[in-house]
T-cell receptor, first 114, second 115 residues
């Protein structure tokens, strides 16, 4: 069955450093992968999408890589700030690439310490 | 843009009662998704609609769960009868189904507690 793994333990990073979050998956061939941010008591907010034929995507201080051979995506936040503290979820799109329901990982709780 | 609107924000009910959760998607969006989030299982897709038509309901846990989308601006998720294990946060999300645009916009969620 499909399985998505994200670091279940909280990730503590010092302000100003680069935070790197990992998303691994098995038994799946997604056409694209998305990253969302979720703050306590709120719904997830879309951050970035990367397709299977893309190696890297950037948006301001965010960078996402996608390695379909390793079945892994890395999510980087450079020059991290306390306001970046949140839970980050990776989500896999369907193999057909349609705008269908997503399969989410359980998320990694990121804490940026001043 | 008001975003995705869900009501109620909190619902506390007793086991056996009927629960109805409501969602208004973003105007112009043609796909709507219902998810459930718990600590144990994370965020799970229950059902989704394209152009008001249910496409995949394989995530609906049991026949006690049903969802409708009578028009493009309204959807309901009903649980009848409710059970304590249904306690979770239920999210509605919408998206504009078009090429190269797959991001989903989530509502604030409904926190359901079944006692």
């Amino acid at each position: 069955s499909q399985k998505i793994e994200q670091n279940s333990e909280a990730l503590n990073i010092q302000e100003g450093k680069t935070a790197t979050l990992t998303c691994n998956y098995t038994n799946y061939s997604p056409a694209y992968l998305q990253w969302y941010r979720q703050d306590p008591g709120r719904g997830p907010v879309f951050l970035l999408l990367i397709r299977e034929n893309e190696k890297e995507k950037r948006k301001e201080r965010l960078k996402v890589t996608f390695d379909t051979t390793l079945k892994q995506s890395l999510f980087h936040i450079t020059a991290s700030q306390p306001a970046d503290s949140a839970t980050y979820l990776c989500a896999l799109g369907t193999p057909g690439g349609g705008a269908d329901g997503l399969t989410f990982g359980k998320g990694t709780h990121l804490i940026i310490q001043p | 843009d008001a975003g995705v609107i869900q009501s109620p924000r909190h619902e506390v009910t007793e086991m056996g009662q009927e629960v109805t959760l409501r969602c208004k998607p973003i105007s112009g969006h043609n796909s709507l998704f219902w998810y459930r989030q718990t600590m144990m299982r994370g965020l799970e897709l229950l059902i989704y609609f394209n152009n008001n038509v249910p496409i995949d309901d394989s995530g609906m846990p049991e026949d006690r769960f049903s969802a409708k989308m009578p028009n493009a601006s309204f959807s309901t998720l009903k649980i009848q009868p409710s059970e304590p294990r249904d306690s979770a946060v239920y999210f509605c999300a919408s998206s504009l189904r078009q090429e190269n645009s797959y991001e989903q916009y989530f509502g604030p969620g409904t926190r359901l507690t079944v006692t």
